[in-house]
């Protein structure tokens, strides 16, 4: 087995898990969770099947390195700290309100 035929196989490995992961994020917006629930796990697992295939992207054409890793980390930028703050949205909305002061 060569190094090229090991990172095509490593690379259709990285592109299944990912779209596998995709599928698995979109799952839950079927389920009755709240709405911001829902957009968390599927950030999440967009994230983390995005990364997947763009890793394998990057093993299948290695030619394209700077736009794929300049991607890969927009990706993991963006997507982090927008489920980051879905996280707390979801959390806030499950907080009680105190009661107003009287005057």
Do not use: P
């Given at each position: 087995m060569t190094l090229a035929s090991?990172?095509?196989h490593a690379s259709l490995l990285l592109l299944g898990a990912g779209l596998l992961f995709w599928f698995w994020g979109t799952w839950p917006l079927l389920e009755s969770r709240t709405y911001l629930s829902k957009l968390h796990t599927l950030s999440v697992a967009?994230?983390?099947?995005?990364t997947l295939m763009l890793l394998g992207l990057l093993l299948r054409i290695p030619g394209q390195w700077p736009l794929l890793v300049l991607a890969l980390v927009a990706l993991i930028l963006?997507?982090?700290?927008?489920g980051y703050v879905l996280a707390n949205c979801w959390l806030d909305s499950r907080r009680p309100t105190p009661p107003e002061p009287k005057p």
């Open positions: 090991l990172a095509d967009d994230t983390l099947g995005s963006w997507n982090t700290i927008f």
